[in-house]
């Protein structure tokens, strides 16, 4: 009677070690998930920011060499001008397929889930 309780108490406290060392690696990998997600995050913010800039100075220097070809700097802003409200209405109109989609996709791909489960799998 005593070897059956001393068995069952070692197995109880091997299921308990095995449930702490699975949250451990839930935790971790979760962890390893979120820092993944929010590094990519922050290149491509930053890799945003340089293009919106690089964008904003071409445009300037368009600007002002239209408006020197057409005797008015005025004209040259108020081409470049019209240009990006053609653009944005066409990006408006088709945001969810470029846009939504897409970026729904990349969010998707980078957890890449299936790879997930079948780590899981064969580490059990």
Not at 16 to 24: H, P, W
Not at 34 to 57: E, G, N, P, Q, R
């Amino acid at each position: 009677m005593g070897n059956s309780t001393a068995t069952i108490e070692k197995l109880f406290e091997r299921i308990e070690q095995y449930s702490k060392t699975s949250f451990e690696l839930y935790k971790y990998s979760a962890i390893y998930e979120t820092a993944t997600l929010f590094s990519s995050l922050a290149v491509k913010l930053v890799m945003t920011m340089i293009v919106f800039i690089v964008v904003l100075l071409f445009t300037v220097a368009l600007s002002l060499w239209i408006g020197g070809m057409l005797q008015n700097t005025v004209y040259g802003f108020l081409i470049m001008g019209t240009f990006y409200i053609v653009l944005g209405i066409i990006i408006f109109t088709f945001r969810k397929p470029w846009i939504q989609t897409q970026i729904s996709n990349s969010i998707i791909n980078s957890f890449d889930i299936e790879k997930n489960l079948k780590n899981t799998d064969e580490n059990y």
